[in-house]
């Protein structure tokens, strides 16, 4: 067997947690940019929970193309709930979610397989799985299957109701003036980043563990899992290496464990501390840009100018919140149902 051949098979014995995340709330997403269908499968959600698929609608428009600076793809993004539902109710068996793709443009992509695009997927998918990955809009590695994660974000925010989860964009391309960043990238046939804040309030104190399944772990986990981002910082963040212990130190003054300031971000030792955890996500350029890319063409061996065709965004940060959002409520859904089997008392 050659050796690329035996790369791959070990691989492949790992595929049962590739596309997968959570203890007791376990989700796995599947589906290629281009294929038939994507969504995702939910295992471990409580039964007796109200679900129609028009519960996906509010987060599923915040997600979608349209406006100013993103894609002109433009998917209905129209759910059917195949599994896990019986008469609006969930029945605790694993919800099955999926989303047809109707809007597609393949042959943009023709190009690729020997003349990969700087910034993405295109030359690590290759090399992992050997040539069969499909390249076509990204494949399974592209943003769109991130719907799957929306559609188990709605679910997880129900669980954790009254809990709320709010992401938000303060920044595209290191301005304050969004709109106007958004139209600079498109004027230069460039795209921008963005930075995005999420806040979570109403938690308990008492979830996740000391070390390897702390709160900000599981949530980091999730969070980079959403393609595009690139970093992570926890309330003070960055700042709290040239800050004094006497001005980090959140004072405690209710007996709630309510605190003064919070620079912990709502989390001590791993494990919520009741105060609102808050953390800041930096979203890269968007890859795909309407100037042309020196990048190696394997065909001829060389470096060649490439123009990436397709639909892209400008600015991707514009439509990340909602993907965050529910990345952040899927872990914390799952830190809170399995602090529910443990303790019994919330």
Same mark, same amino acid.
């Given at each position: 067997?050659r ?6 098979l ?38 007796g ?14 997600r979608?193309?349209?406006?100013? &600076? ?41 190009? *690729? ?8 997927a ?20 592209s943003?769109?299957?991130?719907? &799957? ?12 109701a ?6 938000? *964009? ?42 390897f ?12 899992a ?14 709290c ?28 030792? &791993? ?32 470096v ?22 529910s ?20």
């Amino acid at each position: 067997m050659r050796q690329g051949s035996r790369d791959r098979l070990s691989f492949s014995q790992h595929g049962d947690v590739m596309n997968s995340f959570g203890s007791l709330f376990r989700v796995s997403i599947f589906g290629e940019s281009h294929g038939i269908q994507i969504g995702a499968v939910i295992d471990g959600c409580p039964a007796g929970i109200p679900l129609e698929e028009s519960d996906l609608e509010e987060d599923f428009g915040r997600r979608r193309a349209g406006g100013r &600076g993103t894609t002109p793809r433009l998917e209905p993004d129209l759910p059917r709930i195949v599994s896990g539902v019986f008469r609006g109710k969930t029945t605790g068996a694993p919800l099955t979610i999926v989303f047809e793709n109707t809007n597609t443009q393949s042959k943009d992509y023709d190009n *690729l397989l020997h003349h990969p695009r700087p910034g993405h997927a295109d030359f690590t998918a290759q090399k992992k799985y050997g040539g069969y990955a499909d390249p076509r809009g990204g494949g399974h590695f592209s943003g769109r299957i991130t719907l &799957g994660i929306v559609a188990a974000g709605v679910i997880a925010k129900k669980i954790m109701a009254p809990v709320l989860v709010q992401a938000t *964009l303060i920044e595209a391309g290191g301005e304050k003036d969004i709109a106007a960043a958004v139209e600079k990238a498109l004027a230069e046939g460039d795209s921008i980043g963005g930075l995005i804040e999420c806040r979570c309030s109403g938690l308990p104190a008492g979830l996740g563990e000391p070390f390897f399944n702390s709160a900000e772990a599981m949530i980091a986990h999730m969070i980079f899992a959403v393609p595009a981002t690139r970093g992570i910082e926890f309330g003070s963040g960055f700042r709290c290496a040239g800050m004094k212990g006497s001005e980090h130190n959140d004072n405690i003054v209710t007996a709630n464990g309510e605190t003064e300031t919070n620079y912990a971000a709502g989390i001590n030792g &791993g494990i919520t501390n009741g105060n609102d955890i808050v953390f800041r996500v930096p979203i890269k350029p968007t890859s795909s840009i309407g100037k042309p890319q020196k990048t190696f063409n394997f065909n001829d061996n060389r470096v060649e100018p490439l123009v990436i065709e397709g639909r892209h965004d400008a600015c991707i940060a514009l439509r990340i919140p909602v993907v965050l959002e529910s990345a952040t409520a899927i872990a914390l859904a799952d830190l809170l149902l399995l602090e529910q089997q443990r303790s019994r008392i919330f």
